[in-house]
Nanobody
Framework: QVQLVESGGGLVQAGDSLRLSCAAS????????MGWFRQAPGKEREFVAA????????YYADSVKGRFTLSRDNAKNTVYLQMNSLKPEDTAVYYC????????????????????WGQGTQVTVSS
């Protein structure tokens, strides 16, 4: 049974930093791409960042490019989303997602490519 458990969310002020973690279990972590999505109140869930199974250059949404950094540690079965220079518009529930296809060519950016989701962690940025 695949499980994804996020941690690291919280309440911060604009300009602060947070690091989200997503610990995976239940399958060979290193064979799957991983992604982060977020959902703000009253809005649809949107793509934030993704990294391929091989750990190549991550992809980012334009809204977070230059501020967020995604990385993975296959030895710890964990992905990290370092979020710097946070803005009030970053306020959302952040979800970790696991690709449904092993050893995928390319990095999936669409929600439909991800079969496994964490429970979400709240990030609130005050102005």
């Amino acid at each position: 049974q695949v499980q994804l458990v996020e941690s690291g969310g919280g309440l911060v002020q604009a300009g602060d930093s947070l690091r989200l973690s997503c610990a995976a279990s239940g399958r060979t972590f290193s064979r799957y791409a991983m992604g982060w999505f977020r959902q703000a109140p009253g809005k649809e869930r949107e793509f934030v960042a993704a990294i391929s199974w091989s750990g190549g250059t991550p992809y980012y949404a334009d809204s977070v490019k230059g501020r967020f950094t995604l990385s993975r540690d296959n030895a710890k079965n964990t992905v990290y989303l370092q979020m710097n220079s946070l803005k009030p518009e970053d306020t959302a529930v952040y979800y970790c997602a696991g690709d449904g296809s092993p050893l995928r060519v390319g990095t999936p950016l669409q929600q439909g490519s991800y079969d496994y989701w964490g429970q979400g962690t709240q990030v609130t940025v005050s102005s």
